[in-house]
């Protein structure tokens, strides 16, 4: 997953840009709820700018819809110069974390879990490709592959890495015909997107029938998410630990498990595989004593998010019925 920071020079962008103040580098759009198409009933917090430890980004609205739970910003702050103003940075900067290796194993365990649920290795469109390990690892084991990648940088990596087509602009607008896919891949993905309600609604209409959707977003009702913003809430802050709209790794929608499963509900992909876990700690960097006790809070909220569906990930085989 896309997790860390990009350096300060990967936000460089146009001329025009860079002579702009942060907040005009956005177009603010009034923001309803993808999933229910209803406006968001519930101010949550601050994000961004002031409302960063480190003023990182700008500074956002973040709203709640009251149907589903999906969090977003209100109004949302899209990027004047496209997928580039967030990701035009090189593979090797921006995954400098990754372990290409240690991906392509985990690509291989997810390739093996598709198989068995679809029958057997066919097409497969992974959406938000990277550098290309999944499909690099899907070629070697005999599956027939696209791959979708907005960021240019990446793309170009990507089809050097393996010899893979790589479409760069967004599912809705490839014109794949309907029923041409047997596995889609939205990897650490669903949660960048400016339309996820139309990309998952493109998705079930290429998917043939039996056919298997992957999705893992982070769990913004997870409990690190709880007690980060009860935390900021006793220190007499507006803020709220949810989302990156303007800085890495730009998360602009916040999924939990009922809107997760909400928004697949709607296009008929049944979760036949889920999985709620906590991962690694996210320990803060900060030394010091306060730092120490932040530490030692992340590390105790990690253990207890093992239970029940507080974990800070999910993840989930949808099956097209």
Known sequence: MIYQKLKASALEGPADTLKMKDEEQYRWLPQNCPICEKPPS????M?????HRQHLGVECSISRCGSCGLLFPNPMPIPLNGPDQHYGVLPEDYFQHHDMNVKGGSALKLLHQAQELTGGKGRLLDIGTGRGELLRAAIQEGWTVKGIEPSNAFADFAVQYTGAEIKREPVERCGFDAE????VMLA?????LYNPDETIREIARI???GGALFVDVPNEKGLYFRVGNLYQ???GRDWVVNLAPTFSPFHVFGFSPRSLRALLKKYKLKPEYWHVYAGKAMVPNRGGILGGLERFAANAITTLSNFGELGTYIETWAIKV
């Open 42 to 45: 519930k101010f949550v917090g």
């Open 47 to 51: 994000r961004g700018g002031r409302a």
């Open 180 to 183: 041409s896919f047997d596995v």
């Open 188 to 192: 650490a993905v669903l949660e960048h």
């Open 207 to 209: 998917l043939r029938p």
């Open 233 to 235: 809430k006793l220190r």
